[in-house]
């Protein structure tokens, strides 16, 4: 008997638009990826429990209008939903709660932080405690980073690797926190998963190393199971050696280093569902 793949969600719609690359690095590591526009879930809100893995990709959700996933992170904290006292959030801390994984990418990170989804510190998922902003250039950065991962990090989807290249695309990039309390949980509990750092792997501030002057180079966070992660940079631009910038000018393995991400939460949901 076949064995049956397991079920990932993708989100599209309302200026996202970094969908159909997500869901091909799905597919490419094994998941049966369906893709749901994102006014659905507040119609059907049980239906996220039929999956393992939800991604929110990139984009200008809303048109970023109100600040970046402003306008939809108000919808999911707030509004209720059926009539009850239950919010989308409260969902989404149900499905995480249950083993389940959640990948934010750009548009998706920032609407994780701005839920308070991410950090959530001490698993405190409905205080918004850091959030992403301009970035200090003034501009739209739109360059590829080196990225070092913390190896103390709880993240699952970054297990085993070290230094990575990815392409960032963001005008509202910068991490900043609510108070330096919060950094220091942050930096304490394993919640920094990545950083912006130079071609050797040393972490630096230095523009345009670090794109955007987020604070302690913070790229990339996760919350205190490792299970919700959310990060500017996008693997899912980067699955194939074709689409690194230097790839008729370097000698590069076929798989880009994004699929790294996408193949470990693969492997955990294999392992663990």
Known sequence: MKKRKPKSLVLFGNGINCEY????????????VELLHINSLLEDTKKIHNYAFLNLPGGFLDGDDLGSAKAQAVRWKYQKIDGSKRRFVDELVEFVSAGKIILGICNGF?????TGLLPGLKGEYHKQTVTLTFNDSGKFEDRWVYLKFNKFSRCIFTKDIDTIYLPVRHGEGKLV????NTLKEIKESGHTVMQYS????????????NPNGSIQSIAGLCDVTGRIFGLMPH?????????H???TREKLKEEGDGLKIFRNAYKYVVENQ
């Open 21 to 32: 690359e997500t869901a091909h690095a799905h597919r490419t590591v094994g998941f049966d």
């Open 235 to 243: 693997p899912e631009a980067f699955v194939h050696y074709t689409q």
């Open 245 to 247: 910038p230097r790839w």
């Open 177 to 180: 926190a609510d108070s330096s």
């Open 110 to 114: 920032q609407l994780l932080v701005k």
């Open 198 to 209: 130079d071609e050797k792997g040393f972490v630096t501030d230095e523009y345009p190393y």
